[in-house]
């Protein structure tokens, strides 16, 4: 099992910036995959970006690349999501998951995270 805590979240004016963190517990990182995904009110839940933990790659969704950054911190065992030039259609619920790295469907979820940008 792995236990996500997301924090961080917030209201922030557009063009402002954020960092969203992820706490994990329960296991080894090495052989898992940390993604981000949102989801706004009315919309389906999207993938935002992810880091494989042994090999710090990451990947981004078209909408924040350029913009997120997605990190994380071997020692505190914690992902970071930073939000930059954040714009109102950057406002959702944040989630942080965990896979492993041999599998497809993120089996671990953390509760969310509100993000607010105001126009």
């Known amino acids: 099992q792995v236990q996500l805590v997301e924090s961080g979240g917030g209201l922030v004016q557009a063009g402002g910036s954020l960092r969203v963190s992820c706490a994990a517990s329960?296991?080894?990182?090495?052989?898992?995959?940390m993604g981000w995904f949102r989801q706004a009110p009315g919309k389906e839940r999207e993938f935002v970006g992810a880091?494989?933990?042994?090999?710090?790659?990451?990947s981004y969704a078209d909408s924040v690349k350029a913009r997120f950054t997605i990190s994380r911190d071997n020692a505190e065992n914690t992902v970071y999501l930073q939000m930059d030039s954040l714009k109102p259609e950057d406002t959702a619920l944040y989630y942080c998951?965990?896979?492993?790295?041999?599998?497809?469907?993120?089996?671990?979820w953390g509760q969310g995270i509100q993000v607010t940008v105001s126009s």
């Open positions: 998951a965990a896979r492993r790295i041999d599998r497809i469907t993120y089996n671990y």
């Open positions: 329960g296991r080894t990182l090495s052989m898992y995959v």
């Open positions: 880091i494989t933990w042994s090999t710090v790659k990451t």
